[in-house]
């Protein structure tokens, strides 16, 4: 099996609005997060962490754009190192992922 990390990656980053004013609901990114987490299949595991790991990608964004006094985000400029880091991390916290991390590890994609 393979995975296609871009691909995941895009595909999480595409539900994602194109901005998100934080100034007029800073719990924007996490009620936009609990909405598309009832979207995806329970039993598609590559989705449900991808999104997961975009939506902690994001929040480093958030906190970088509070921190400079930014208040509008553009999830769609989430890098996927960001979202890489995270995958890994999350693949990591637990040995029920220990097939999911071994092919992202090894996937050279």
Sequence with gaps: ?????LALFEA???LWPATIDLAKDSDGPHN????????????DDWQQIAMWSFHQALD?????????GVSIIA??????????KCMRSNLAGDECW???????????E
Aim: net charge negative; hydrophobic share 45%; aromatic share 12%.
């Design 1 to 5: 099996m393979t995975i296609n990390k």
């Design 12 to 14: 999480a980053k595409s």
């Design 32 to 43: 936009i997060y609990w909405a598309l987490e009832r979207i995806i299949p329970v039993d």
């Design 60 to 68: 480093g964004m958030e906190k970088r754009a509070a921190a400079t």
């Design 75 to 84: 999830p769609h400029s989430v890098q996927f190192a960001d979202f890489d």
């Design 98 to 108: 220990a097939m999911e991390r071994a092919f992202w590890e090894n996937d050279t």
